[in-house]
Nanobody, 129 residues
Framework: QVQLVESGGGLVQPGGSLRLSCAASGFTLDYYAIGWFRQAPGKEREGVSC???????TYADSVKGRFTIYRDNANNTVYLQMNSLEPDDTAVYYC???????????????????????WGKGTRVTVSS
């Protein structure tokens, strides 16, 4: 069964850090583009950071310099290291993957609109004092 499972969310104070994990099972992530997306209450889902099969990466302007996406193919997992967290980062974070060669330009936008995308069920991140 093909699935993605997110973990690592939780409650953190402003300025704190979390590392989210997106573990794949039933398929190998090596040749997939993977993205982290988030959806806050009352808001549309937005792309946070994406990585393609050539390790090209994109970040939303709001997280540049604070978040880092990276993949560990040996563990079939993609991580999102989130530092200097802010209350506006509060959301449910989802990872999604497609078996496709995507360019860096507008990668998250391309990825989330692919009909073949596999989604995880999400992990909640709350940034609050």
């Amino acid at each position: 069964q093909v699935q993605l499972v997110e973990s690592g969310g939780g409650l953190v104070q402003p300025g704190g850090s979390l590392r989210l994990s997106c573990a794949a099972s039933g398929f190998t992530l090596d040749y997939y583009a993977i993205g982290w997306f988030r959806q806050a209450p009352g808001k549309e889902r937005e792309g946070v950071s994406c990585i393609n099969d050539n390790d090209g990466k994109t970040y939303a302007d709001s997280v540049k310099g604070r978040f880092t996406i990276y993949r560990d193919n040996a563990n079939n997992t993609v991580y999102l290291q989130m530092n200097s967290l802010e209350p506006d980062d509060t959301a449910v974070y989802y990872c999604g993957s497609v078996h496709d060669a995507l360019g860096v330009k507008a990668m998250c936008e391309q990825l989330q609109h692919r009909s073949t995308i596999v989604w995880g069920k999400g992990t909640r991140v709350t940034v609050s004092s």
